[in-house]
């Protein structure tokens, strides 16, 4: 069982930066890949960006340039750096954890891009 909480949400002018962290626990043997969604409102959950224990990333392409996703294999945790946001940007993030058994999602962290 894998318990995921995310943190580093909050509101944030256009333009600016903020950084999501989402840290693993539990009981698990590994987990194969870590990675983020969001939902804004009236909008479907979307895919953003994902990075496996192997390093390789994959960004969805409004995000391409701006964010960047990291992991920390030793304490099981998957970071989403965020520059230059802008108000689309403004929705609930989603952490996840894959490991090889099932698909695990945090409670999610609110970020506002807003002046």
């Known amino acids: 069982q894998v318990q995921l909480v995310e943190s580093g949400g909050g509101l944030v002018q256009p333009g600016g930066s903020l950084r999501l962290s989402c840290a693993a626990s539990g009981s698990f043997f590994s987990i194969s890949g870590m990675g983020w969604y969001r939902q804004a409102p009236g909008k479907q959950r979307e895919f953003i960006a994902t990075?496996?224990?192997?390093?390789?990333?994959n960004y969805r392409d409004s995000v391409k340039g701006r964010f960047t996703i990291s992991r920390d294999n030793a304490k099981n945790t998957v970071y989403l750096q965020m520059n230059n946001l802008k108000p689309e940007d403004t929705a609930v993030y989603y952490c996840y954890a894959l490991t090889g058994t099932r698909n695990y999602w945090g409670q999610g962290t609110q970020v506002t891009v807003s002046s």
């Open positions: 990075a496996t224990s192997g390093s390789n990333t």
